[in-house]
T-cell receptor, first 115, second 114 residues
Framework: DADVTQTPRNRITKTGKRIMLECSQT?????MYWYRQDPGLGLRLIYY???????NKGEISDGYSVSRQAQAKFSLSLESAIPNQTALYFC??????????????FGDGTRLSIL | DQQVKQNSPSLSVQEGRISILNCDYT??????FLWYKKYPAEGPTFLIS?????DKNEDGRFTVFLNKSAKHLSLHIVPSQPGDSAVYFC?????????????FGKGTLLTVNP
């Protein structure tokens, strides 16, 4: 089983709909992240959470919201989807421990298309 | 303004030869650098990293070199194998404040030809 699981893997929806992407992890990591990837661009950070009570905006948070329901669960919502939010979305986790190697571990992504 | 730049969108090499992927950065507060590898339909997977206090880190066929004065790092893969064909992302960690977020480059598509 994957350590970082994203659901759904693919979603097609219409402009104006509310969408929720879910992420769960079995790695026991405190830190969780949501990124989006667009063609020709790298991964850009949407939101991140260092623990259940800590939520922070990333570089492109407008139009998105998140909920950290538990240590293992971090969901991303698009309240009213628009076509330019069509992208590949990744959830990631990491351990704390500044000064030590703390790579982020990614799920396999959710491909979201908004018509 | 892009703080992590991978100026080569793609690279093609022959099997058995060396692959060199380059990355430049602008933020002096970056203290840790990572390379990720991504296959289609999968998430990025961590490959190798280097601290800003070092200039080289090696793991099997993969070596990362860091030149702090030039704000440049490179990933060397020797020998290259067809299974190495993937998109490679350079990422940097910002030690400023308490956030420790990663900033990613746009990626380089490596194709290793048999």
């Amino acid at each position: 089983d994957a350590d970082v699981t994203q659901t759904p893997r693919n979603r097609i929806t219409k402009t104006g709909k509310r969408i929720m992407l879910e992420c769960s992890q079995t790695k026991g990591h405190d830190r969780m992240y949501w990124y989006r990837q667009d063609p020709g661009l790298g991964l850009r950070l949407i939101y991140y959470s260092f623990d259940v009570k800590d939520i922070n905006k990333g570089e492109i948070s407008d139009g998105y919201s998140v909920s950290r329901q538990a240590q293992a669960k971090f969901s991303l919502s698009l309240e009213s989807a628009i076509p330019n939010q069509t992208a590949l979305y990744f959830c990631a986790t990491s351990e704390p421990g500044e000064g030590r190697n703390q790579p982020q571990h990614f799920g396999d992504g959710t491909r979201l298309s908004i018509l | 303004d892009q703080q992590v730049k991978q100026n080569s969108p793609s690279l093609s090499v022959q099997e058995g030869r060396i692959s060199i992927l380059n990355c430049d950065y602008t933020n002096s507060m970056f203290d840790y650098f990572l390379w990720y590898k991504k296959y289609p339909a999968e998430g990025p997977t961590f490959l190798i990293s280097i601290s800003s206090i070092k200039d080289k880190n090696e793991d099997g066929r993969f070596t990362v070199f860091l030149n702090k004065s030039a704000k440049h790092l490179s990933l060397h893969i020797v020998p290259s194998q067809p299974g190495d064909s993937a998109v490679y992302f350079c990422a940097a960690r910002d030690s400023g404040g308490s956030n420790y977020k990663l900033t990613f480059g746009k990626g380089t598509l490596l194709t290793v030809n048999p």
